[in-house]
Structures are given as structure tokens and as C-alpha cells.
């Protein structure tokens, strides 16, 4: 367990302005002795070949290893997770309850807007909060940045007509709903909606450098809040850690589940308990569609009173590759599409619809006191084995991450929110030359076709979208309008 009895994660190489604090140092001798108990006594093989500097940093990732996971845990740690990779999970499996379920795509109007007053009200009284998971790098789309500067001319990826970057395109739907709280509110001043960036060891300074670079987009710099998510150590499968170089243990991101202690060992929940704040919304940086603090979503959340609230859309057909919100063994859960099966898949209601119908799309919310409490103590690895880099050249080896649907199961009160796929979600996993879906282009034509439906509902005259929903590129600023009004 890690620190003050959180969940297993940690962090390895604390760095300024996000990063945890570093751990004394342990001597030699004590390591040694430790590491050997532990069965992971190759780790100091070339101790005496290291210069200081490679031995004292070697010293502090192990202490900082010591004080999170534990050295002796490690190996008994990757045996379980490997044994309950290979188990066949047994138990009941249905769709989500309709208790569980309302909808905010349009079809009911009345609703909505109950929800958005009391989200913009919660809001005026600076209880929000919205998170971005941003660790991870655009290789994928051929970028050797952070995702979230996609757009940006520094990263010569064109994207957006205006230039934005999705950073600045997030931020700027944050200032536009300050303003609107206000307006909602009457007060005198803008409320505070504290955005949180979830960064990686690779993107932190990355992503915090480009912040400054622009001013933070227009918010106030005290509150964007950075934190880094975990490193894990990569194993052989007999559970001994491997070797990156003579002086450092091969590491590999925590998974988005890293949110959850990153959020407890960076101090940022501490930081929004004293700011008053009561609910965070988290959501993935690829997904151009998102609505960031969406004052609906908060205000669902405070009348319902769930714990965890996640938004879903309904499957395109049984056949798209995406996991869904569930009841196992009586608790909410998300299956993989991987793991669900194609006759399952197919299964229908009574009324014909798809029993397994509610796609997860990366949008959750919680209360501060969910992230604080159960989220803690909640940690499930999944493993996947991949050819490892390491001192003596690739070699097949385990990475261990954590799901960040995993916790759901821990909510008291559970809930979702169908929202509209068309104006809320679009992701971005693949270059445009790619020849796969869910790119740059499809996400600037989702982006323009919702934005052609805006101008037009408030009376635009524009050209008529052809068969395929193609027509003009459109973009309407954040700072002018959030969802069309």
C-alpha cells in the first residue's frame, strides 16, 4: 500500500510543479538487503560500474519504489496479477439498470435546463472542478508532443481553422461558463472552476511550459492545477523487475486509473477540500466534442446525489469496438468490448434494443468526497505483455496499469447521463493518413457539423449538408458560445 494507506501506485523521479516529493534515500547496504529479501537482488549488478550521480539516482527511484509499492511487494504483486489475468470471470452480467439511466440529448428540454441552473449555480459558488487526462504523448498521430497541443503551429499539425490548440479550446469553454455563472448568479465577480491536468513523466514539463507560453489561455495561473500521474515498474514474468540501464528500472505509466493517487500524493484534493469545492469532472484530452464543466452534468449530479456519474452514448451497432457500462455481480462495471463476445454483444430487450447498449466514452464525475475516499482504496492491475526496453535490447516483459472505470464498483450511489454522440464526443486516436477512424479530420468534421447546426438554429443561412453530413468548415469560438446558445 502507498502512503497513509492509498492505493498501490506511485511515483517515480519527483520533478517541480506536480511531481511528489522524493524519499530519503536509502544506503547500499540497506537496498541490498531489501532487494535481496524481495528476490530482486540483480538490481544492483552494476552498482560498483555506476558514477555517483547513476548511483544516487538509482537510490532515490528505489526509495521512492520502497515508500509506494513496497520492494517486497512487488513480485507477489505482478504473480496475482498474472493469475487473475488468467482466471475466467464467472457471475451475472446485465445491462445497466433504467434506474440508473436519464438523458440529456435533447429529448427532454425541461430537464436540462433544471440541471444547467443548478449546475451554473454550484458553479457561481466555486464548488466545480474538471480534470483533463492528458499524460500521454500524440504518437499515434505522429506527433512527438503532448496531444493536448494538437493544433498548435508549435507542433505543425494543423487542426482547427482558428489555430487553437484542444488546450486553449478547453480553457476557453472554462472562461466562457465563469461568465455565465456570473451572469446566472448576478455576483459581482467571476466564480472559479479549478482545471486540473492530469500530465506524464514524458509531458509534464512539456505541458506546463506551454501553459506559461500562453498565458494559460486566459484563466488565472493559480487555478490550473498540474499533476503528475505514476510509473510503474516493468517485469519479467517470474515478478523481477527489468533493467532500462545498469542505473534505472524500466518504467511505464499507471494507466488513467493513476488519477486517483496522483490527485491524493500531488496535495490537489486537499487543495480544492480548503477551496470548497464538491464535484470534479474528468475527461479524456481527445475528445475535441467535450463539454468541459458542463453545468447540466454538475447540476444531474447534485440532484441525483451520486457518487459517480458517467456519461454514455448508445452504441452505433453491436459490432463497434468499445466497452460498456454494466451491472456485474450486482455492481457497476464497464466490460471491454474484447471481452464481452460477439453473442453477448448481440443480445437484445424485450423491446429490441441492444442490452448492452451503453458505450463508455472517458467521461466520469465524482464527489471530492468519492475521490478522497473509496477511489483510494480501489486498485485493480491489468497486465499486457509487450517487448520491453531494456539494457540487453527489447525483451518480452509485463506492463501493469489501472482502469479508471475500475472504481465505479466502489460508488454508493451510481448513475448515467445519455448525452448526444454528435455534440459530445469525438475522439482523437489516429493520424489522418492513417486509414483508421477517429482522427484529426473525422474530429474537425464532427466539430464543424455541430457548429453548422448552431448557426443555423439561430438562423444562419448556410448550404445544405450533402448525404454524407459533409458541408462547409465551421467554427464557432468557445468565448462566443459553449453548446449553441
Not at 456570473?182 to 509534464?204: C, K, N, Q
Not at 500521474?229 to 517485469?235: S, T, V, Y
Request: glycine share 12%.
Amino acid at each position: 500500500q502507498g502512503a497513509a494507506g492509498g492505493a498501490p501506485f506511485l511515483r517515480l523521479h519527483g520533478r517541480k510543479g506536480g511531481g511528489a516529493m522524493k524519499r530519503p534515500r536509502l544506503g547500499y547496504k540497506d537496498l541490498s538487503e531489501k532487494l535481496d529479501a524481495a528476490g530482486q537482488g540483480h538490481v544492483l549488478a552494476h552498482w560498483d560500474k555506476l558514477s555517483a550521480e547513476e548511483q544516487q539516482s538509482l537510490e532515490q527511484q528505489l526509495a521512492d519504489l520502497d515508500g509506494g509499492l513496497g520492494l517486497a511487494g512487488l513480485r507477489p504483486m505482478l504473480l496475482e496479477a498474472v493469475k487473475k489475468h488468467g482466471e475466467q470471470r464467472t457471475g451475472s452480467i446485465e445491462g445497466p439498470p433504467a434506474a440508473w439511466v436519464l438523458r440529456a440529448d435533447g429529448s427532454d428540454p425541461v430537464a436540462e435546463e433544471r440541471w444547467e441552473g443548478l449546475g451554473l449555480s454550484a458553479i457561481a459558488r466555486g464548488q466545480c472542478a474538471a480534470c483533463v487526462l492528458a499524460g500521454g504523448m500524440g504518437t499515434r498521430l505522429g506527433m512527438s508532443w503532448p496531444k493536448g497541443m494538437l493544433g498548435s503551429k508549435e507542433v505543425n499539425e494543423p487542426f482547427l481553422p482558428s489555430g487553437k490548440s484542444l488546450f486553449q479550446v478547453y480553457a476557453e469553454r472554462i472562461l466562457t461558463l465563469q461568465r455565465r455563472a456570473r451572469a446566472h448568479a448576478g455576483a459581482a465577480d467571476s466564480p472559479t472552476i479549478w482545471f486540473l491536468v492530469m500530465t506524464g513523466e514524458a509531458t509534464h514539463k512539456a505541458i506546463t511550459d506551454f501553459f506559461a507560453r500562453y498565458q494559460f489561455f486566459g484563466l488565472r495561473e493559480e487555478q490550473v492545477l498540474f499533476f503528475q500521474q505514476g510509473m510503474m515498474p516493468c517485469f519479467a514474468e517470474d515478478g523481477t523487475v527489468l533493467m532500462e540501464s545498469a542505473g534505472r528500472i524500466a518504467t511505464s505509466p499507471d494507466g488513467n486509473a493513476g488519477i486517483y493517487p496522483a490527485l491524493r500524493r500531488s496535495g490537489v484534493v486537499d487543495k480544492l477540500r480548503a477551496a470548497g469545492v464538491r464535484w470534479v469532472q474528468a475527461f479524456s484530452v481527445d475528445n475535441v466534442l467535450v463539454r468541459v464543466a458542463d453545468p447540466v452534468w454538475y447540476g444531474y449530479q447534485e440532484e441525483t446525489g451520486a457518487d459517480v456519474c458517467v456519461k454514455m452514448v448508445p452504441k452505433r451497432d453491436w459490432q463497434e469496438a468499445v466497452g460498456v457500462v454494466t451491472l456485474r455481480e450486482g455492481v457497476p462495471s464497464v466490460i471491454e468490448y474484447s471481452e464481452i463476445g460477439s453473442e453477448r454483444a448481440q443480445e437484445t430487450t424485450a423491446e429490441g434494443a441492444l442490452k448492452y447498449n451503453a458505450a463508455n466514452i472517458c467521461l466520469q464525475a465524482y464527489t471530492l468526497d468519492f475521490l478522497t475516499g473509496p477511489a483510494q482504496q480501489t486498485t485493480q492491475w491489468h497486465l499486457a505483455r509487450k517487448d520491453i526496453p531494456t539494457m540487453d535490447g527489447k525483451r518480452p516483459g509485463i506492463k501493469l496499469e489501472g482502469f479508471i472505470f475500475d472504481v465505479f464498483e466502489a460508488a454508493k450511489c451510481f448513475r448515467l447521463l445519455q448525452v448526444d454522440r454528435a455534440a459530445e464526443f469525438s475522439a482523437i486516436k489516429n493520424a489522418s493518413d492513417s486509414g483508421k477512424p477517429d482522427t484529426p479530420q473525422s474530429a474537425l468534421d464532427s466539430l464543424s457539423r455541430l457548429h453548422r447546426r448552431w448557426l443555423r438554429a439561430a438562423g444562419a443561412k448556410l448550404p445544405a449538408d450533402d448525404a454524407r453530413g459533409g458541408g462547409p468548415v465551421c467554427e464557432v469560438s468557445p468565448l462566443v458560445s459553449y453548446r449553441g446558445e
